[in-house]
Structure formats: C-alpha cells, structure tokens
C-alpha cells in the first residue's frame, strides 16, 4: 500500500515547523511541548510514507534579545551563539527531535533574503513611511492597543500592562515603515471563510475572526530605537521589525528567492504549529505579508494552549523553572514525549504535573503496555522456547482483537495524521492496549498451558499469536511518540529480519492482521518502562 498523503499537492513535502524561539533564554516546558508535538506530527507522516519537512529554528534578533545579552555583559550574537550551541540544539537531540533543518535568523541565508523580501513589498508600494506613537511591550515586542491594556495594581498601580506579560508597557514613538496590514482585513476574512480550518481550534479561529472583524491597523515594520536586527534595505538607520524578520524564516529555510526547486517542494507549510500567544502573528500578519507578495498561503495554523503547572510539588515553580531534563531524568524521554500529549487535548489549556505524570506513567506505560510486552515475551519463551508460534485457528475472541486493531488504526490515523489531535489518537492506541490485556486475561494462557493435548498447544499458540502481532501494530503506532521504547519492543519481538527496521512501517499496514511471522525470535528485554523508585520532594 502506497501512502499520498492528505491535502499535499504531488511532489511536495509535508511540511510542518515549529514557531522558532526567542532565544532571550533556555529551553523551557513550553517550548518543549510544541517541538515535540511537531516531531510526532512529522513522524506519524513519514510512516504514511510521505516525504517530510520539519523546520525549528531560533529568533535571534530585537530588544529582548538585546537587553539580555547587555544584562549579562555580552554581545547579542555571542549570547545568541552560546545559547543556541549550549541548549536549544542539545536539548532537541535529547528529546529525539527528529527535525530536517535549524534555522537561526542572524545567518546570513536567513537575512538577505529577509532584505529581498521587504525590498520587493517596498517596490510593490505595501510599505510607506510614517509616524506611530503607542504603548509598546518589550515581551511581545509589539504594540499593543489600548482597549487590551490591564489596569496595574500594586507596585505597578497607576500604569498599564501587557495582558500578556502582565507586565508596564512603554509609550513609544517612532517614525517607522509601515505595511498595509489594513487592506488586507477583507481578503483575510475571505480566506478564512472559505478554508474553515485555517485556524485550529475554534476558540482560536474565533479569537482571529474577531479581531479582523473589528478592521487593522496598519503595521509598523521597521525600528530605528536600537540597530539588533536585518537593516532595511533603502534606510539603514531602521531595521526590519522582529516579527517580519521572524516569520519569513518559514519562507527563507526551505529556499525562497535562493532556489526555486527546494521552495517549490516544500512551501507553504501544511501546518504551523504555534503557541496561543503568537496566534495573531501567525494567523493575520503572515498570511497577509504573503498575500502581498503574491505567495501561497500555509495549510493551518494550530495553536496549543497555555501549559500551566499544577500539583503540589510543583506549585512554587512556575512554567520557566521546570526544566524539561529535570523530568526525562526521572520518567525517560519517551514518557516525556508522551505525557503532554496524552494528558493534554492538543489546543486546550493544560497542566503539567508530577503526580499526573507519575501516575499515569505508572498505570498506562508500566502496567498496561510495558507489562503486557514483558508478559508476553515470557510465555513465548516459557512455552516456546522464544520462537513465535503459528496461530491456528482464529476464534471470536480472536476476531474482536483483529477487529480492535483495525479500528484503532483507523482512528489514530485520522486523529493524529488528518486532525492533529494528538491525546484522542493516543487515547485510540492504549484502548487497544487494554482490549489486548483483557483478550489475555480472559484467555488465561497460563492455563492452557497446563493441557499438554495437541488441542491445548494449538489454542496456546494462537493466544500467544494474536498477543505478540497485537504488539508488533502498538510499536509502529507508538513509534512516532516514544521511538527509543517501540524500537525495544521491535527488537524484542523479533520483527526486523523479517519486516525491516521499525522506521520504515507504513501506519497503514500497522492494521494488517498477520505481518509478523511464525518463527519470529522473541525475546524478553528489559522493562520497556522501568517501575518509578521515588519521587523528587516525596
Ligand atoms: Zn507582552
């Protein structure tokens, strides 16, 4: 079976990215979170057999990322560099981030196509010079308006701040460049209307629809206050706003205006995975700037929700002090992988917590998949000398598992693959798991085990079949979330001589009943996910 992909035009890449990260600090939770869904995104799409771009990157430039570095007595880009070459990329290869490119926006493949961008929008007459004046905030780097302000309270009583940052916003003036955002509300509109899933979730869509509804503003794309940035091309007293500079990398990665072949084959995006925070960049700005400049427009823009810290334990940090290693010391890095996107519908508000995460590490991984594996593989070996037995005959019993199967690849497919919704196509795989400990459970090998009848044997060895071929589809599924425990179980199993390695298993026939051959080596390995001796702070 031969995969094509959904909604990619032929030839092109499935094209996903995550937002690239301001690189004023480490990597954090949060920043975790979507990189790893972009991976397990980009990974269920290579086993549909598709050809796959994933993209993350670092924003490297504006006032944020110049405070910093002064604060810390240092040129930017030499803060940048440090940061960069001493924990963004190592975390990713912790992680198994399986990404195809890393763009950082201070290369020079990155900024002179940014000037050739802006250049071009100038020429067009989608950029004019004028004077704003407005309350800025530093965090967002973005103006805001004055209807969104909070009211301060406290230490900050008598100001405004960013209903973001929760922070003062400063008034600024400056003359700047500005692009002709509000020409652009109605045909925005227009899109959204006529591609209802641009925007995911609904909550999002919303948020955007509104917010256009109300009309735009004009955009001020140009600094002239501090020099950290991509000069414009015709006035280097400015350099080009942040988020300008910063979106266009989704373009300049994959060879815009440098090679026509490589950028034909991969953009626009499929999917821009991104925070809630940054929906307005993403879902207004963005396509507009390429409307402009006569581009195509990206598949959909998913924003996931705010990542809150709850439980106990944890309740004195917040979001930024949880480092994602002080996690995958304890759980692994694949129940990393894995816990955010279980336990948190992708889009919605969610919170991390170690006693969630212990939990649920304990019951679903350890107990109901980590334990079947390991029951399994010894009763092979126990009653079969570790070779695979024939199934026999195939009774109801059987028939439900088949047919378990078949549904929960179909639904994980098109949860995970069609709809990004990672936690329902995971909650379809571990129903599966369930249904094949119950199929156990009430099969009783360890019984029939006892009859040393011909009838006996058979039976045996068809419970222990329909178990072990169970497994063989639950590590191709789980494959994309937790590569390092699938690839164990792969082995254990005994799947790669006759199947190949267990990157190459196409999603599609995960359900295919009877791929793993009789004769197959099994054997038992270690825990694929060992019991939790203790917990920090217990
Ligand atoms: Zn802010």
């Given at each position: 079976?031969?995969?094509?992909?959904?909604?990619?035009?032929?030839?092109?890449?499935?094209?996903v990215?995550?937002?690239?990260?301001?690189?004023?600090?480490?990597?954090?939770?949060?920043?975790?979170?979507t990189?790893?869904a972009?991976?397990?995104l980009?990974?269920?799409?290579?086993?549909?057999?598709?050809?796959?771009?994933?993209?993350?990157?670092?924003?490297?430039?504006?006032?944020?990322?110049?405070?910093?570095?002064?604060?810390?007595?240092?040129?930017?880009?030499?803060?940048?560099?440090?940061?960069?070459?001493?924990?963004?990329?190592?975390?990713?290869?912790?992680?198994?981030?399986?990404?195809?490119?890393?763009?950082?926006?201070?290369?020079?493949?990155?900024?002179?196509?940014?000037?050739?961008?802006?250049?071009?929008?100038?020429?067009?007459?989608?950029?004019?010079?004028?004077?704003?004046?407005?309350?800025?905030?530093?965090?967002?780097?973005?103006?805001?308006?004055?209807?969104?302000?909070?009211?301060?309270?406290?230490?900050?009583?008598?100001?405004?701040?960013?209903?973001?940052?929760?922070?003062?916003?400063?008034?600024?003036?400056?003359?700047?460049?500005?692009?002709?955002?509000?020409?652009?509300?109605?045909?925005?509109?227009?899109?959204?209307?006529?591609?209802?899933g641009?925007i995911q979730p609904?909550?999002a869509?919303?948020?955007?629809?509104?917010?256009?509804?109300?009309?735009?503003?004009?955009?001020?794309?140009?600094?002239?206050?501090?020099?950290?940035?991509?000069?414009?091309?015709?006035?280097?007293?400015?350099?080009?706003?942040?988020?300008?500079?910063?979106?266009?990398?989704?373009?300049?990665?994959?060879?815009?205006?440098?090679?026509?072949?490589?950028?034909?084959?991969?953009?626009?995006?499929?999917v821009h995975l991104i925070?809630?925070?940054?929906?307005?960049?993403h879902?207004?700005?963005?396509?507009?700037?390429?409307?402009?400049?006569?581009?195509?427009?990206?598949?959909r823009i998913v924003a996931n929700?705010?990542?809150?810290?709850?439980?106990?334990?944890?309740?004195?940090?917040?979001?930024?002090?949880?480092?994602?290693?002080?996690?995958?010391?304890?759980?692994?890095?694949?129940?990393?992988?894995?816990?955010?996107?279980?336990?948190?519908?992708y889009g919605?508000?969610?919170?991390?917590?170690?006693?969630?995460?212990?939990?649920?590490?304990?019951?679903?991984?350890?107990?109901?998949?980590?334990?079947?594996?390991?029951?399994?593989?010894?009763?092979?070996?126990?009653?079969?000398?570790?070779?695979?037995?024939?199934?026999?005959?195939?009774?109801?019993?059987?028939?439900?598992?088949?047919?378990?199967?078949?549904?929960?690849?179909?639904?994980?497919?098109?949860?995970?693959?069609?709809d990004v919704?990672?936690?329902?196509?995971?909650?379809?795989?571990?129903?599966?798991?369930?249904?094949?400990?119950?199929?156990?459970?009430?099969?009783?090998?360890?019984?029939?085990?006892?009859?040393?009848?011909?009838?006996?044997?058979?039976?045996?060895?068809?419970?222990?079949?329909?178990?072990?071929?169970?497994?063989?589809?639950?590590?191709?599924?789980?494959?994309?979330?937790?590569?390092?425990?699938?690839?164990?179980?792969?082995?254990?199993?005994?799947?790669?001589?006759?199947?190949?390695?267990?990157?190459?298993?196409?999603?599609?026939?995960?359900?295919?009943?009877?791929?793993?051959?009789?004769?197959?080596?099994?054997?038992?390995?270690?825990?694929?996910?060992?019991?939790?001796?203790?917990?920090?702070?217990?």
């Amino acid at each position: 079976m031969v995969a094509t992909g959904s909604g990619t035009k032929s030839g092109k890449a499935f094209y996903v990215t995550t937002p690239i990260y301001y690189v004023n600090d480490a990597p954090h939770l949060g920043h975790a979170y979507t990189t790893v869904a972009g991976d397990v995104l980009t990974r269920w799409h290579r086993q549909r057999g598709e050809r796959v771009w994933f993209l993350t990157g670092t924003d490297e430039h504006g006032q944020k990322v110049l405070r910093t570095a002064e604060s810390k007595g240092v040129s930017p880009q030499e803060w940048c560099d440090k940061l960069v070459e001493e924990a963004w990329k190592p975390l990713w290869q912790h992680l198994e981030i399986a990404n195809d490119d890393f763009i950082r926006t201070t290369e020079k493949r990155h900024t002179d196509r940014v000037r050739e961008f802006v250049q071009d929008l100038y020429d067009k007459g989608e950029i004019y010079k004028g004077g704003y004046e407005g309350p800025y905030c530093v965090g967002c780097e973005e103006y805001k308006l004055p209807g969104e302000l909070l009211e301060g309270t406290g230490e900050n009583a008598g100001k405004q701040l960013c209903p973001i940052h929760k922070r003062p916003v400063e008034i600024l003036k400056e003359e700047n460049y500005f692009f002709r955002l509000s020409e652009y509300a109605d045909k925005l509109l227009a899109h959204y209307e006529a591609n209802p899933g641009f925007i995911q979730p609904e909550s999002a869509r919303n948020e955007v629809l509104s917010f256009v509804r109300q009309g735009l503003q004009d955009l001020s794309i140009s600094r002239s206050t501090f020099d950290w940035g991509v000069p414009v091309p015709w006035d280097d007293e400015h350099v080009i706003y942040v988020w300008v500079d910063a979106l266009l990398n989704y373009a300049t990665a994959v060879g815009y205006n440098q090679n026509q072949e490589t950028f034909d084959a991969s953009f626009p995006a499929d999917v821009h995975l991104i925070g809630k925070d940054i929906l307005r960049f993403h879902a207004v700005i963005w396509p507009a700037l390429l409307m402009a400049n006569g581009l195509p427009l990206p598949g959909r823009i998913v924003a996931n929700g705010w990542l809150l810290v709850g439980g106990e334990k944890m309740s004195k940090s917040n979001l930024t002090g949880i480092s994602p290693r002080q996690i995958t010391s304890h759980f692994g890095v694949d129940a990393f992988r894995w816990y955010l996107l279980r336990a948190i519908a992708y889009g919605q508000d969610g919170s991390f917590s170690w006693e969630d995460l212990a939990a649920r590490y304990t019951s679903e991984l350890a107990n109901d998949y980590g334990n079947l594996a390991s029951r399994v593989a010894a009763m092979v070996g126990k009653y079969f000398d570790g070779v695979l037995p024939e199934a026999s005959a195939d009774g109801d019993a059987e028939q439900a598992v088949h047919e378990g199967l078949a549904k929960a690849v179909a639904e994980a497919d098109r949860k995970i693959g069609d709809d990004v919704e990672f936690q329902a196509g995971l909650q379809a795989i571990f129903d599966f798991v369930k249904q094949v400990n119950g199929y156990i459970s009430e099969q009783e090998p360890w019984k029939v085990a006892k009859d040393d009848s011909p009838e006996a044997r058979a039976r045996l060895a068809t419970i222990l079949y329909t178990a072990a071929e169970s497994l063989r589809a639950v590590a191709v599924l789980l494959h994309p979330f937790m590569p390092a425990s699938s690839q164990k179980l792969w082995e254990s199993l005994g799947a790669e001589p006759a199947l190949g390695p267990l990157a190459d298993q196409r999603v599609q026939e995960a359900g295919e009943w009877g791929r793993l051959p009789a004769g197959s080596t099994v054997t038992k390995g270690a825990a694929l996910f060992p019991r939790l001796e203790e917990q920090p702070g217990a």
